[in-house]
């Protein structure tokens, strides 16, 4: 079964924090060697992330792509807004705002809430669905 995590942004802070939460997760994803499917919630945030990707120090590196690019052999991050690469179901990092049809193809869904009102009464939603149906969860405030 699924185990979902919520990572919620508590300080005050703009874009630039939250696409900074979103890198650090998936930095400390790819250090356990795990394979990351990253759900933006537009073709624009996808783009921001494969950004902030690509300038972190040569050290940090993280091989990446946007889904449907980059070589055959997929690299262990992948970055979409419409459906899931196949074969890679190990953890999805959910930025859409919403439960996606697909998580449960996942060993670890997480779930990164920006500081915002709106999108933190959608991740109580979101909280209770994953917890009407189940699924172990965790939060962290960051």
Not at 2 to 20: P, R
Not at 22 to 50: C, F, M, P, T, W
Not at 81 to 101: K, M, R, W, Y
Not at 110 to 119: A, K, R
Request: charged share 25%; aromatic share 12%.
């Amino acid at each position: 079964m699924t185990q979902v995590e919520f990572h919620i942004l508590e300080e005050a802070s703009g874009d630039k924090a939250y696409l900074q939460l979103i890198g650090q997760q998936i930095q400390n994803l790819y250090r356990q060697s795990r394979k990351i499917y990253v759900h933006a919630i537009s073709e624009e945030q996808a783009k921001a992330i494969d950004e902030w990707l690509w300038t972190q120090e040569l050290e940090d590196f993280i091989p990446h792509n946007l889904v449907g690019e980059g070589p055959n052999k997929a690299p262990p991050v992948q970055i979409g807004f419409t459906a899931p690469p196949q074969n890679q179901h190990d953890c999805l990092i959910n930025l859409s705002g919403e439960v996606q049809t697909f998580f449960s193809y996942f060993l670890q869904c997480f779930e990164i809430v920006p500081n915002n009102d709106e999108q933190k009464e959608s991740a109580r939603e979101r909280y209770k669905y994953y917890r009407s149906h189940g699924y172990p969860l965790k939060h962290h405030k960051h």
